[in-house]
């Protein structure tokens, strides 16, 4: 059974960071791939980055690039999102995701589990 728990948002000003933490557990985590993804209301969900442990990939959105870094401890099973410089606009519910395979994607159907979210809120 994989399982995704998710820790680290909170609320900060514009400009500020946060780091966000995943614990994964349930799988071989160099076999997998995990991205984090988020939906803010009323909008449609977004790949925010990914990490391929087996491949050594990485993958950013656009819109984050330059500011947000994806990273893995393998020895906690942890996967963390760094993030500086953080926008109003990146105010959203943050969710971590894995896969199977040796890709990095950022399109959410190519993740089947998925953690229960941590919520990110920033101020102007």
């Known amino acids: 059974q994989v399982q995704l728990v998710e820790s680290g948002g909170g609320s900060v000003q514009a400009g500020g960071s946060l780091r966000l933490s995943c614990v994964a557990s349930?799988?071989?985590?160099?076999?997998?791939?995990v991205g984090w993804f988020r939906q803010a209301p009323g909008k449609e969900r977004e790949g925010v980055a990914a990490?391929?442990?087996?491949?050594?990939?990485?993958n950013y959105a656009d819109s984050v690039k330059g500011r947000f870094t994806i990273s893995q401890d393998n020895a906690k099973n942890t996967l963390y999102l760094q993030m500086n410089t953080l926008k109003p606009e990146d105010t959203a519910m943050y969710y971590c995701?894995?896969?199977?395979?040796?890709?990095?994607?950022?399109?959410?159907?190519?993740?089947?589990?998925w953690g229960q979210g941590t919520q990110v809120t920033v101020s102007s």
């Open positions: 990490i391929s442990p087996g491949v050594g990939c990485t």
């Open positions: 349930g799988y071989t985590y160099s076999r997998y791939y």
């Open positions: 995701a894995a896969g199977y395979g040796s890709t990095c994607p950022l399109q959410g159907l190519w993740y089947p589990y």
